[in-house]
Each structure stands twice: as structure tokens, then as C-alpha cells.
């Protein structure tokens, strides 16, 4: 198996909602992203997880929260999210140490209303 | 702190036409990846150059590292439609687990 899946593919909440992004590789990779991707920019890193620990916030607002149950699976908890925060979520794993890039899931399209 | 940079940022071509897209990077990395980007879609992996002169070829596309220089090209030849897309360049920022991602390169081929 060499992809990352992630669910669901499209998201529409609302301000007040609560909803979680999930994300599952089973390629023995020990490390899991998350990327935020705005149209027609660059991907940025929100969060990396190394061997099921948080090693990497990027600044990130509390309204995401990340969560890594176990090497296999990677969530991303949203709570209160703003209209500015609707973009493409993307996860990603690799082997230790990033050496030969990521692989990237399908990405979730997340629209706030 | 790493910063990667494309140009063009935009790119308009004719099919059949051939043309380079650059990538340079600010301080030393040893990995250096080429996304492609189709609209509303994930990143496909094209390249990637793990040493100084490295080169990869895959179809039309050919992509090479100049490790001293800091300058990573993707290079298109014959160009066809099916190339329309955003193509990123990606550093790793060495030590750690982060790529840094490049402006990217929006390709367009006209038929």
C-alpha cells in the first residue's frame, strides 16, 4: 500500500461547528503532516508529527487542534474555524528524516460558512 | 531561514516549444523535490535530486540540481497540453523534516 488516504474529501461547516479531518498511511512511515494550501499558493506546514509525537507547530491558531493515535493515523480536529481558514488540507508522511520527500493524500477541500 | 523561489510564476507556451522553469534556494539543503499541481488536486511527485549535478528525466520533463549554485531547473521540452499545470519546487530544510515550498510555476500550453 503506498497511499495516504484522507476523509472526507469535501467539508462544509459552519462557524460554530466542530468536525474532524482524518488522515491513515500504511506504509511504515514514522512521520505525518499537515499542510494548509490557499488557491494559487504554495502548500504550508501546519503540523508535523514524528514517531507519534508533536515535533513541529507551526504557529497554528488552537482552533486546529492535531492528534496522532497511532503511527498509522493522523487527525485534525477543527473547532471555530473562520471563513478565511477555508482551503485544501493535505497530509503527508515519509520515512524518518524527510530523506525521500513526502507522499501526499487526495486532500480535504474544507469550505467555512 | 530557508526561502525557495520560482520563476516564472506564470508561464504561456506553445506546444512544441520548449522552456525552463527555475528554482533557487537560499541556504543548504541536500534534497530538492519537483511537485506537479493539477487544479482542485493533490501534489504528484515528479523529481527527486539528492546530490550536486544530479539529473532526472521523465517524458518531456527533465529536472537537474546545482548544489553550489543553489539553483534546481526543471526543463520541459516539446511542450504539450497535457503539461498545463502548477509545478512546485520543494527544499529540505536540512536537520529537520520540513520542505519549503517554492511560489510556484503556473504552465500553460496552448494547442
Known amino acids: 500500500d503506498t497511499e495516504v488516504t484522507q476523509t472526507p474529501k469535501h467539508l462544509v461547516m459552519g462557524m460554530t461547528n466542530k468536525k474532524s479531518l482524518k488522515c491513515e498511511q500504511h506504509?511504515?512511515?514514522?512521520?505525518m503532516y499537515w499542510y494548509k494550501q490557499k488557491a494559487k499558493k504554495p502548500p504550508e506546514l501546519m503540523f508535523v508529527y514524528s514517531y507519534e509525537k508533536l515535533s513541529i507547530n507551526e504557529s497554528v491558531p488552537s482552533r486546529f487542534s492535531p492528534e496522532c493515535p497511532n503511527s498509522s493515523l493522523l487527525n485534525l480536529h477543527l473547532h471555530a474555524l473562520q471563513p478565511e481558514d477555508s482551503a485544501l488540507y493535505l497530509c503527508?508522511?515519509?520515512?524518518?528524516?524527510?530523506?525521500?520527500?513526502?507522499?501526499f493524500g487526495s486532500g480535504t477541500r474544507l469550505t467555512v460558512v | 531561514e530557508l526561502k525557495v523561489e520560482q520563476n516564472p510564476l506564470f508561464l504561456s507556451m506553445q506546444e512544441g516549444k520548449n522552456y525552463t522553469i527555475y528554482c533557487n534556494y537560499s541556504t543548504t539543503s541536500d534534497r530538492l523535490y519537483w511537485y506537479r499541481q493539477d487544479p482542485g488536486k493533490s501534489l504528484e511527485s515528479l523529481f527527486v535530486?539528492?546530490?550536486?549535478?544530479a539529473v532526472k528525466q521523465e517524458g518531456r520533463l527533465m529536472a537537474s540540481l546545482d548544489t553550489k549554485a543553489r539553483l534546481s531547473t526543471l526543463h520541459i521540452t516539446a511542450a504539450v497540453h497535457d503539461l498545463s499545470a502548477t509545478y512546485f519546487c520543494a527544499a529540505l530544510y536540512s536537520g529537520t523534516y520540513k520542505y519549503i515550498f517554492g511560489t510556484g510555476t503556473r504552465l500553460k500550453v496552448l494547442a
Open positions: 535530486l539528492l546530490s550536486n549535478g
Open positions: 503527508a508522511s515519509s520515512q524518518a528524516r524527510a530523506n525521500y520527500g513526502y507522499t
Open positions: 506504509m511504515g512511515h514514522r512521520a
